[in-house]
C-alpha cells in the first residue's frame, strides 16, 4: 500500500439492532404460522382462509384512505404555497406531522 496506513484486522461488532432484527422478524414469523394452525385446527381451514382474505382487505383499505389523506394533505399544502409564491408573500408554515418531520430532519 503507498499510504502507510495498516488495514484493521479486526472485524467490527454488530449492533443489537442488526443481531436481534433478524431473529426478532424470524419468531414472529414462526408464531404467526403456529397461530394459523392452532385457529385453522378449531375453526377449520376455510375460516382461516376467509380471516386471512378479510384482514387482506381490510388492510388494503385502511392503507388506501392514509394515503388519499396524506395526498390531500400534500396538493393542499403545495397549492397554498402556490398561491403564497405568485401574491409575493412567504409560504404557510408547516403544521402537524409534516411540521415535525421537517423540522426533525
Same mark, same amino acid.
Given at each position: 500500500m503507498t499510504t502507510g496506513a495498516s488495514p484493521s484486522l @479486526?472485524? =467490527? =461488532?454488530? &449492533?443489537? @439492532? *442488526?443481531?436481534? /432484527?433478524?431473529?426478532? /422478524?424470524? @419468531?414472529?414469523?414462526v408464531l404467526e404460522i403456529w397461530l394459523l394452525t392452532v385457529v385453522a385446527d378449531a375453526a377449520g381451514g376455510l375460516t382461516v382462509l376467509a380471516l386471512l382474505v378479510g384482514g387482506a382487505l381490510l388492510g388494503t383499505v385502511v392503507v388506501k384512505r392514509a394515503g388519499r389523506r396524506a395526498f390531500r394533505n400534500l396538493t393542499s399544502t403545495f397549492q397554498q404555497a402556490q398561491e403564497a409564491a405568485r401574491a409575493g408573500g412567504v409560504p404557510p408554515r408547516l403544521s402537524g406531522?409534516?411540521? *415535525?418531520? @421537517?423540522?426533525? &430532519?
Open positions: @479486526a472485524p =467490527k =461488532k454488530r &449492533s443489537r @439492532a *442488526r443481531t436481534f /432484527l433478524p431473529l426478532g /422478524l424470524v @419468531a414472529w414469523l406531522p409534516a411540521r *415535525r418531520t @421537517a423540522t426533525a &430532519s
